[in-house]
């Protein structure tokens, strides 16, 4: 029989501190942690998840993690059938496939919804050939791009290359003369710029655009009109239209176009200087004196200067 005195003490569970001191007995109680200590420790684990935030995304953790995880959406969704698939092409001509496929930078690993056609649409108009593009996402796989290109104008010469200009001058490319053939060839600094200008005025003179070989510029400032015979036309700086109404009429009272000469003077204002070669250098001394011609400049009736090649006139 156990002894009352032998009753089995209570075990204390947990820590334990002494809340009662007595002479006769000892009562134990819990630890009441007080609320500054509570708080204490949830600032240092914010301390902490903040230090190991800002580590990660000084240390590019997150991007790359962010990153992975969008890619890894991108290749689902293009794994389902949202890649770039077929790239379909409107009003080309001139521009080739491959500038155009490698300017869109689309391709079969491409997701859709992904790309950026505005940066696509800067691109392609950043192609000398393409004046104006547009592109457009036609879900779930195919891009359609518009685009609008620069005619080619003119065939320009100079340093010994030749390109391919528009009506405003743009290089669209290198080019032969030979691939161009119904182009006008125009050669010097300037030539590409200012071809243009020249046609228009040159439209409503069809015999002498049909006897143009070329047109030269001379220190970008005026033209020389080579003609297929050979034959070079310098024309003035200013009042063209007025240079070229003396020259027709000087081609219908005597057939310039069609003689053995070298050069016609146009550049001064009061005067035209015909130049011969020099197989018909004797012949022109019997030329008889031709009819009063309008000057460029003044409109009045002037005649003809006819130089040999050795200066005399």
Same mark, same amino acid.
């Given at each position: 029989?156990?002894?009352?005195?032998?009753?089995?003490?209570?075990?204390?569970?947990?820590?334990?501190?002494?809340?009662?001191?007595?002479?006769?007995?000892?009562?134990?109680?819990?630890?009441?942690?007080?609320?500054?200590?509570?708080?204490?420790?949830?600032?240092?684990?914010?301390?902490?998840?903040?230090?190991?935030?800002?580590?990660?995304?000084?240390?590019?953790?997150?991007?790359?993690?962010?990153?992975?995880?969008?890619?890894?959406?991108?290749?689902?969704?293009?794994?389902?059938?949202?890649?770039?698939?077929?790239?379909?092409?409107?009003?080309?001509?001139?521009?080739?496939?491959?500038?155009? &496929?490698?300017? *869109?930078?689309? $391709?079969? !690993?491409?997701?859709?919804?992904?790309?950026?056609?505005?940066? @696509?649409? =800067?691109? +392609?108009?950043?192609?000398?050939?393409?004046?104006?593009?547009?592109?457009?996402?036609?879900?779930?796989?195919?891009?359609?791009?518009?685009?609008?290109?620069?005619?080619?104008?003119?065939?320009?010469?100079?340093?010994?290359?030749?390109?391919?200009?528009?009506?405003?001058?743009?290089?669209?490319?290198?080019?032969?003369?030979?691939?161009?053939?119904?182009?006008?060839?125009?050669?010097?600094?300037?030539?590409?710029?200012?071809?243009?200008?020249?046609?228009?005025?040159?439209?409503?003179?069809?015999?002498?655009?049909?006897?143009?070989?070329?047109?030269?510029?001379?220190?970008?400032?005026?033209? &020389?009109?080579? *003609?297929?015979? $050979?034959? !070079?036309?310098?024309?003035?700086?200013?009042?063209?239209?007025? @240079?070229? =109404?003396? +020259?027709?009429?000087?081609?219908?009272?005597?057939?310039?176009?069609?003689?053995?000469?070298?050069?016609?003077?146009?550049?001064?204002?009061?005067?035209?200087?015909?130049?011969?070669?020099?197989?018909?250098?004797?012949?022109?001394?019997?030329?008889?004196?031709?009819?009063?011609?309008?000057?460029?400049?003044?409109?009045?009736?002037?005649?003809?200067?006819?130089?040999?090649?050795?200066?005399?006139?």
């Amino acid at each position: 029989m156990a002894s009352p005195y032998e009753r089995q003490l209570p075990v204390p569970q947990g820590r334990r501190t002494v809340a009662t001191k007595g002479p006769r007995q000892i009562q134990l109680g819990r630890t009441r942690r007080g609320p500054l200590g509570a708080k204490w420790q949830l600032l240092c684990a914010a301390f902490v998840a903040s230090a190991v935030l800002y580590g990660a995304i000084v240390g590019g953790q997150i991007e790359k993690i962010f990153n992975a995880t969008v890619t890894g959406a991108e290749r689902a969704a293009v794994a389902m059938g949202f890649g770039v698939k077929r790239v379909v092409v409107e009003g080309q001509k001139n521009a080739t496939d491959y500038a155009i &496929t490698t300017t *869109l930078g689309a $391709g079969p !690993e491409t997701f859709m919804l992904a790309f950026d056609t505005d940066a @696509a649409k =800067d691109r +392609l108009e950043a192609v000398p050939w393409i004046r104006h593009a547009r592109v457009m996402r036609l879900l779930p796989s195919t891009l359609q791009v518009e685009i609008e290109e620069r005619d080619p104008y003119a065939i320009w010469q100079n340093k010994r290359q030749t390109f391919v200009v528009d009506s405003e001058g743009v290089v669209l490319a290198p080019a032969l003369p030979q691939a161009f053939p119904h182009l006008p060839l125009v050669v010097g600094e300037g030539a590409g710029k200012h071809a243009a200008a020249l046609y228009q005025t040159l439209e409503p003179y069809k015999d002498l655009r049909s006897r143009m070989l070329a047109a030269l510029r001379v220190g970008d400032r005026r033209w &020389t009109l080579k *003609l297929r015979t $050979g034959t !070079e036309i310098m024309l003035p700086d200013g009042n063209i239209e007025m @240079a070229l =109404d003396a +020259l027709q009429k000087l081609e219908r009272e005597r057939g310039v176009f069609e003689q053995d000469i070298a050069a016609i003077d146009m550049r001064l204002l009061d005067r035209i200087t015909l130049r011969l070669r020099e197989t018909t250098a004797a012949s022109a001394q019997d030329a008889t004196t031709p009819a009063g011609v309008p000057t460029s400049a003044t409109g009045t009736i002037n005649q003809p200067a006819i130089h040999q090649p050795n200066g005399r006139t």
